[in-house]
């Protein structure tokens, strides 16, 4: 969750482009008309070829929605033991079968401005259309509301709700005093056995905040979080193989 930051106007998008200037040499308008059509030929064949593999690629991460080859779930398993857990409302996350449709490559960091009770929940509440996987607790207790498998809608960026798993922490981004030592370590080990669990690198480009997601308007975790304390946490849950195995 976290504040969110005043939004910029301007755009950003990308524009379509293409070359332009007319055929030179004999031939006159016939020649325009030629290359013209030629370049349209091309460019619709590209663009099939584009569908195509759009087309491939959807079928490919859709093939578990066929019956009998999702793989299994239990009601109330956790992908972390030692979790408890509690279920968000289905509106806030969608089913999927990662890694096997979507690779998971990300963890990102959130604090919840709020208690822990009260992120809970609102990830219940079917109208707030955001949740997190997992909500980590002051005192270090680690509730998970969506598996890993599923995307969660807590980046505020598809792409990235797709490749990774979301952490929030209790507490306010002004108030560092929030973020307690269990609170580190509990989340630490958390993520530590995530990235052990996809094979992501320990490193910040893996491990970010939400307010470095792309698009974003959330200033979580806030510069209050002490990230070369956490990195270390995690690199040493990571070592020590201290993280409770899944």
Request: proline share 4%.
């Given at each position: 969750?976290?504040?969110?930051r005043?939004?910029?106007?301007g755009?950003?998008?990308?524009?379509?482009?293409?070359a332009s200037?007319?055929?030179?040499?004999?031939?006159?308008?016939?020649?325009?008309?030629?290359?013209?059509?030629?370049?349209l030929?091309?460019?619709?064949?590209v663009?099939a070829?584009?569908?195509?593999?759009?087309?491939?690629?959807?079928?490919?991460?859709?093939?578990?929605?066929?019956?009998?080859?999702?793989?299994p779930?239990?009601?109330g398993?956790?992908?972390?033991?030692?979790?408890k857990?509690?279920?968000?409302?289905?509106?806030?996350?969608?089913?999927?079968?990662?890694?096997?449709d979507?690779?998971i490559?990300?963890?990102?960091?959130?604090v919840?401005?709020?208690?822990?009770?009260?992120?809970?929940?609102?990830?219940?509440?079917?109208?707030?259309?955001?949740a997190?996987?997992?909500?980590?607790r002051?005192?270090?207790?680690?509730?998970?509301?969506?598996?890993?498998?599923?995307?969660?809608y807590?980046?505020?960026n598809?792409?990235?709700?797709e490749?990774?798993?979301?952490?929030?922490?209790?507490?306010?981004?002004?108030?560092?005093?929030?973020?307690?030592a269990?609170?580190?370590e509990?989340?630490?080990r958390?993520?530590?056995?995530?990235?052990?669990?996809?094979d992501?690198?320990?490193?910040?480009?893996?491990?970010?905040?939400?307010?470095e997601?792309?698009?974003?308007?959330?200033?979580?975790?806030?510069?209050?979080?002490?990230?070369?304390r956490?990195?270390?946490?995690?690199?040493?849950?990571?070592?020590?193989?201290?993280?409770?195995?899944?």
């Amino acid at each position: 969750m976290g504040t969110r930051r005043a939004s910029k106007n301007g755009s950003s998008g990308s524009g379509g482009g293409g070359a332009s200037g007319g055929a030179t040499g004999s031939g006159g308008k016939d020649a325009d008309r030629r290359v013209g059509r030629r370049a349209l030929l091309i460019g619709t064949a590209v663009a099939a070829v584009g569908t195509a593999v759009v087309a491939r690629d959807e079928l490919t991460r859709a093939w578990w929605r066929v019956p009998g080859v999702a793989k299994p779930r239990k009601e109330g398993e956790v992908d972390y033991t030692g979790a408890k857990w509690v279920s968000a409302s289905d509106a806030n996350w969608r089913m999927a079968d990662r890694p096997d449709d979507f690779g998971i490559d990300m963890v990102i960091i959130h604090v919840t401005q709020g208690s822990f009770d009260s992120a809970v929940k609102v990830f219940q509440d079917p109208q707030h259309g955001a949740a997190a996987h997992y909500v980590v607790r002051e005192d270090g207790h680690v509730t998970q509301m969506i598996r890993e498998l599923d995307v969660a809608y807590h980046a505020g960026n598809r792409d990235y709700n797709e490749r990774s798993v979301g952490i929030e922490h209790e507490g306010f981004v002004e108030k560092p005093e929030d973020f307690t030592a269990e609170m580190y370590e509990a989340s630490a080990r958390l993520t530590a056995r995530i990235c052990a669990r996809y094979d992501i690198p320990l490193d910040r480009e893996h491990i970010l905040g939400h307010v470095e997601v792309p698009g974003t308007d959330h200033t979580d975790p806030g510069e209050g979080w002490d990230w070369d304390r956490y990195m270390k946490l995690v690199r040493a849950a990571a070592a020590s193989r201290t993280s409770t195995p899944a």
